[in-house]
């Protein structure tokens, strides 16, 4: 629990966080699809969408905010987005863009303080409280961000910055100008936005949440500032209610850092299917993936989990935990193949997924007495200089021939622990050649 | 949508040592050259251990996607799509 929080009679009601706001939330507007723009000059202006897939099944990940004004959103397949827009461009995605422009996003932000966290590809939070910048003042750091933004990475590439006492209260500043917004989120000026605000519209508040706040009297994000403690500890049953109750308030209670759990991948089929051999294929491929960054990352997992999503959108899923740790992919693959037939359900399969849990750091100058697992090392080892020296599937396993186009490099969405990580193996400063 | 090539290419590129600017200036392709006006975004990837500068830049009427491998000096016209 944060040590800054009151602490209170939980029948007491406390006052909004007094604090000066020094959480800033950084979010980059329509972030492939304006990135995309940024590249091409010729599509500024336009209506884009990059989707998974340019078919007409494909789903669209990011509209350019020309598209959203015409009704395009997130989540439509293509044919649908079609009928809002029937000139729109579709893209397919190119992941190394993206990651480009979130690194140099990264390096421009990491001068302004050292507490940055990435929270996805397109979304950032800044902490200020003790930052050098500070005295500069939240909304003229800010200013200078979108500035440095247009200047350094690109012309068309805009943010909306939203600044509060928390994370959750930034986010939501950052949502109420779009594109392009800075906003406020403090003890002067709360109030009556969240009076204009439906408590629906709160990030982390969907349709259970709502009907579990409607329930208790709790429509509007001011009767949810409102509301007694004990109410909502009862609308939610558990500490949620009081989490809920300290974000309203303005004070941190989302400062959590996760550690890597898992490694996982996973692979939306074109065509479902439930032919063993093609859901084989697809896993070891899956595994391969999974396999390398673990390996990567410098761990080995003694657990595997699979889960299957089918055509009729129901889901098998089941993880086994295996007495010794893994690292090879060969050695996963067996373990999730055998996970995998061991489902009683014989569905066409949409969605296949495999990951690696349990981790353990691997100390890889850990001698052995075997003679075998020796060699396998070596073999491993030697495979993935191969594949680091001359790209990603250079030597791999034969089944695989002829799946070049199948499970392509993608951005996760969410939280992406590999972008960090990617900053700290590649300095931007390698090659800053600007443009 | 961009119209894939993969052709090799001539490309004059500027380096401005004043401002640290680096950009193609001029691109011949088919015994023609085409000036390029703007330089959307240039980004870098990794092809195994291979650095690959990547140029998005335009003449005003045609996109090109350029890539420079580091390993052999040679500019490789990916992509093009028209205005």
């Not at chain 2, 990547?54 to 009427?61: A, K, L």
């Amino acid at each position: 629990m944060p040590n800054h929080n009151p602490s209170f009679n939980s029948y007491e009601k406390i006052s909004f966080n007094p604090e000066p706001p020094t959480i800033l939330h950084l979010d980059l507007n329509s972030c492939f699809a304006t990135v995309e723009q940024q590249a091409n000059p010729l599509l500024r202006g336009k209506p884009i969408a990059v989707a998974a897939y340019t078919t007409p099944n494909g789903c669209v990940l990011a509209p350019s905010i020309e598209a959203k004004r015409l009704g395009v959103t997130v989540g439509m397949r293509v044919r649908e987005a079609r009928l809002f827009c029937p000139t729109l461009i579709v893209l397919p995605p190119d992941p190394w863009k993206y990651r480009f422009v979130n690194r140099k996003l990264l390096a421009i932000l990491r001068e302004y303080t050292a507490d940055v966290k990435v929270k996805s590809i397109d979304e950032m939070v800044l902490n200020f409280t003790h930052a050098p910048t500070l005295p500069k003042g939240m909304k003229t750091i800010a200013a200078e961000i979108k500035r440095r933004i247009r200047e350094e990475i690109g012309e068309w590439i805009t943010v909306s910055v939203g600044i509060a006492t928390n994370q959750f209260l930034a986010k939501t500043a950052a949502g109420i100008h779009k594109p392009d917004g800075l906003d406020v989120i403090d003890g002067t000026n709360f109030a009556p936005l969240f009076k204009s605000l439906p408590v629906e519209k709160l990030c982390g508040i969907k349709l259970n949440n709502m009907a579990r706040l409607n329930r208790v009297g709790v429509f509007t994000a001011w009767n949810f500032y409102q509301a007694p403690l004990p109410t909502l500890t009862s609308a939610f049953q558990s500490i949620c209610g009081y989490y809920w109750y300290l974000r309203m308030h303005g004070y941190e209670i989302d400062d959590v850092t996760f550690g890597r759990k898992s490694f996982g991948n996973s692979y939306a089929l074109p065509k479902f299917t439930e032919d063993r051999t093609t859901l084989s294929r697809l896993m070891l491929k899956l595994v391969q993936k999974t396999g390398r960054r673990l390996r990567e990352a410098g761990y080995g997992a003694y657990g595997v989990h699979v889960t299957c999503t089918f055509a009729d959108y129901s889901t098998w899923h089941h993880g086994h935990r295996f007495k010794s740790s893994m690292y090879a992919s060969e050695d996963i693959y067996k373990r999730a193949i055998g996970i995998l037939f061991s489902s009683p359900l014989r569905k066409p399969v949409r969605i296949l997924a495999v990951s690696c849990f349990n981790l353990e750091k691997r100390a890889l100058s850990q001698l052995t007495l075997l003679t075998d697992e020796e060699k396998k090392r070596s073999r491993v080892a030697a495979l993935d200089t191969i594949n680091n020296r001359y790209g990603e599937f250079t030597v791999m396993p034969a089944r695989l021939v002829g799946m070049q186009n199948t499970i392509i490099d993608r951005i996760a969405f969410g939280g992406v622990k590999e972008l960090e990580e990617l900053l700290y193996r590649e300095p931007l400063d390698v090659a800053d050649v600007g443009s | 949508m961009p119209e894939k090539i993969h052709e090799s290419v001539s490309v004059d590129l500027v380096s401005e040592d004043h401002n640290g600017r680096i950009y193609p200036r001029f691109i011949k392709w088919h015994n023609r050259l085409y000036r390029i006006t703007q330089v959307g975004l240039h980004h870098w990837l990794r092809k195994g251990r291979t650095l690959i500068h990547i140029f998005s830049v335009t003449d005003g009427n045609l996109f090109f996607r350029l890539a420079f491998d580091t390993d052999t000096l040679r500019w490789t016209l990916e992509e093009i799509e028209e205005k």
